[in-house]
C-alpha cells in the first residue's frame, strides 16, 4: 500500500477572465490530487490527513472513496476546509492565493502507526508548511524512513505561505535524509537552490525534476541522468500536472517492485526512461481537460 499524507483542499478556479470572474469550486491539494491519481492508476493507496466535517470536507472523502482510495485513517474536525483561489494564465499555468486560517487540516496528529502493508509514504505542500500540522507530518517522515519505508518528497512550493524562505530553505535539508525520491519541478529547484548532485549527496536514491511540457529528468545516486520529452497536449490547464507525475512514479515504482531501499539503481537507464515517459503520459492527460482530473489505468493501456 501506498499511503499519501498532507492536505485536502478546495481550488476555487476562475470560469473567465478579470478578477471578478466566476469561481467554481473544485476538489484538490496536492497531496489529495496524488492520492486520487494513485487510486485511479490501479495502486492500493490510503490517505492521511486531517479533513473538516464541513460539506467540502464529505465531498473530497467521497471523491476518494470513488477512486478505490481507503479513508479509514482520515481524521476529521469541525473547523472549515482550506481554500485555495486559483488564476490560470493564458498558457494554462496555475497560481494560487489561500486561505488558511484556523482550517482543519492544520491540527493534523501524526498517527500511532500507518495501514498494515504500508511500503511507502508521500508528503508535500501546504501540509509541510503550515503549523502545527507540519512538524507532525515531518515527524510522520522520519519515522517512516526510520522504519524503512520508501518515502517521497515534492515540496511543490507556494511562497506565499512560506513566511520565512531561508528557514524553510533549512528545513526542507534536513528532510534529505529520510527521503528516497525527491520530486519537485524546475521552478521549485530554482527556489530552493542547490542542485539534484547536491541533494543526491544528502540522502535520496533518486531526484526527478519537471520542466512543464519540456519533459522530465531524473538524477540518480550512481551519476545516472534520463531525460524523457513531454507529452504533445492541447493545453486546458495544469492544475494537478505535478501531482499526477508523482502518483505515475509511485505507481510505476510499485509495478516495478522498487519501493525499496536503492530502488533507483534497480531501475537503471531503460527502466527510468520508461518510467518517466510513463509519467509525462499521465501529466498529458491530466493537462488536457479542466481541473485536476488525472488519468484512469485504462487510459494509459497501450
Known amino acids: 500500500m501506498i499511503v499519501v499524507a498532507g492536505e485536502a483542499l478546495i481550488d476555487l478556479v476562475p470560469q473567465g477572465t478579470g478578477a471578478l470572474s466566476s469561481l467554481t469550486p473544485a476538489l484538490g491539494g496536492g497531496p489529495y490530487n496524488t492520492a486520487v491519481a ?3 492508476l490501479g495502486s492500493s493507496t490510503a490517505f492521511c490527513s486531517r479533513v473538516s466535517s464541513d460539506a467540502f470536507g464529505e465531498a473530497l472523502l467521497e471523491r476518494l472513496r470513488t477512486s478505490g482510495v481507503d479513508v479509514s ?3 476529521r474536525g469541525t473547523e472549515p476546509t482550506t481554500l485555495a483561489v486559483a488564476s490560470v494564465d ?3 499555468s496555475a497560481a494560487y492565493s489561500f486561505y488558511v486560517d484556523g482550517t482543519a487540516d492544520r491540527l493534523f496528529a501524526a498517527p500511532d502507526e500507518l495501514p498494515s502493508g504500508t511500503r511507502a509514504v508521500s508528503f508535500g505542500t501546504c501540509s509541510l508548511v503550515l503549523e502545527p500540522g ?3 507530518y515531518e515527524q510522520l517522515m522520519r519515522r517512516a524512513s526510520a522504519q524503512g519505508l520508501f518515502t517521497a518528497l515534492d515540496p511543490n512550493i507556494r511562497p506565499g ?3 520565512d524562505p531561508e528557514r524553510y530553505r533549512a528545513r526542507f535539508r534536513s528532510w534529505l535524509p529520510s527521503v528516497s525520491l ?5 521552478e521549485d529547484a530554482e527556489w530552493l537552490g542547490g542542485s539534484p548532485r547536491e541533494w543526491l549527496a544528502a540522502g535520496p536514491d533518486a531526484v526527478v525534476i519537471t520542466h512543464g511540457g519540456a519533459g522530465l529528468t531524473a538524477y540518480t545516486r550512481d551519476g545516472g541522468e534520463c531525460t524523457v520529452p513531454g507529452e504533445r497536449v492541447d493545453v486546458v490547464d495544469t492544475i494537478g500536472a505535478g501531482d499526477t507525475v508523482n502518483a505515475a512514479l509511485l505507481h510505476g515504482l510499485a509495478v516495478r517492485d522498487a519501493l525499496g531501499a536503492g530502488a533507483a539503481g534497480v531501475l537503471g537507464a531503460e527502466g527510468w526512461a520508461g518510467l518517466l515517459g ?3 503520459r499521465a501529466a498529458a492527460v491530466t493537462c488536457s481537460r479542466a ?3 488525472p488519468p484512469y489505468a485504462h487510459e494509459m493501456a497501450d
Request: glycine share 20%; net charge positive; no cysteine.
Open 182 to 186: 525527491l520530486k519537485l519541478s524546475a
Open 38 to 40: 494513485l487510486g485511479r
Open 161 to 163: 505561505l512560506i513566511a
Open 90 to 92: 493564458a498558457g494554462g
Open 73 to 75: 485513517g482520515v481524521q
Open 291 to 293: 481541473g485536476a482530473e
Open 134 to 136: 507540519a512538524s507532525a
Open 278 to 280: 510513463f509519467a509525462a
